[in-house]
């Protein structure tokens, strides 16, 4: 659902999901897993001229909002230098284990550094270095266009808590993470960034992700 509101000052993106996971061989590993991920974007400079939400019909270099559309039109350009928005996001993954079940460590959610489909969380540390059933995730975000160039800041804080069991997610400990860095935009939305995390209890790390589409392969399935 990518609803938008205040005069398109707003954006959303929610997504919920349930899929069960049933194992052929052992039916001690079968699971199910309810997932949420509910994304808000607020440009700083009033009602946007283009999606500020990428678009899964969109590569990066097409800046087309309907694609079935009779005649598939951009939207109208008007001339502006300057270019923000601030960003919060939720995601939640909940795994259900029936009676003695256990789930399998491959189908865990993980979160650290960068992951296969690019996407980082708590980038401070080691990439895959957290892995459990369930998981609560919280990210603030800023970014800002570089005067007229296709080059942009980002600020990043992420909060996030893991746990074998639902109930144990809001009395673990939460994990925590800063980054800052660059971002390179093509089609409105940036497809490189470079980012400088620092303030997790294991050091510090730099990441540089591509949009897959930028190397000819599609994001893989999610696990959440």
Sequence with gaps: MRPTLAN???????????????AVSDSDLSFQRFAADLSHQISL????????????????DDCVIDPTADRPRCPKVTTRNLEGSIGLR????????????????YFQPTIGGSDINGSTFLGSYQDYRFRAPNLLLFRESFEH??????????????QGSLAQM?????????KHSFSAGLTLRAGGFPQVY???????????HT??????????????????
């Design 90 to 105: 939720f995601v939640a993954a909940l795994s259900m284990t029936p009676g003695g079940n256990t789930m399998p460590f």
């Design 45 to 60: 400079y009033g009602k946007t001229t283009r999606p500020v939400l990428p678009r899964d019909t969109n590569g990066p």
């Design 207 to 224: 990441t540089a992700n591509i949009n897959n589409a930028l190397l000819g392969a599609s994001a893989r399935p999610s696990l959440f």
């Design 145 to 158: 266009s570089i005067w007229k160039l296709p080059l942009g800041v980002v600020l990043l804080a992420d």
């Design 8 to 22: 398109d000052v707003v954006h959303l993106n929610y997504d919920f999901s349930y899929r069960p996971y049933f």
């Design 194 to 204: 470079l980012l400088y995390s620092w303030a997790g209890a294991e050091g510090t």
């Design 166 to 174: 639902h109930g144990d997610l809001g009395s673990n400990h939460w």
